[in-house]
């Protein structure tokens, strides 16, 4: 089942910064087991949640890696901090890649 990272905003694959942020996630779940708990809303046919690994909080990871954003619409500033804390260690994900417009709260 294909499930959509809730709160999460990254670059699309053919955009800059997709690629990296699509191996990232990559390295960090392939063969290990994920628990999802999901939202009931669906995007794109997705399902949508938050999912763990060993505990942590796979979105929250991204951004601090800095190869995904903080979706405040969506994520009620969950992962703020994290994207706060990754610009303060020279994250420059926010020059590149620009919040997308549906991540702006309405």
């Known amino acids: 089942m294909a499930i959509r990272l809730s709160g999460l905003a990254a670059p699309e694959r053919n955009e800059p910064g997709g690629t990296e942020a699509r191996q990232a996630l990559i390295e960090l779940a392939q063969g290990r087991t994920v628990r999802c708990e999901l939202d009931g809303t669906r995007t794109y046919d997705r399902c949508a949640g938050?999912?763990?690994?060993?505990g942590a909080d796979i979105s929250e990871v991204m951004v601090y890696r800095s190869v995904a954003r903080n979706c405040p619409r969506f994520s009620q500033g969950r992962y703020a901090k994290a994207e706060r804390q990754a610009a303060a260690e020279g994250a420059t994900i926010r020059a590149g890649y620009p919040l997308p417009a549906y991540c702006r709260p309405h």
């Open 50 to 54: 938050i999912c763990y690994l060993d």
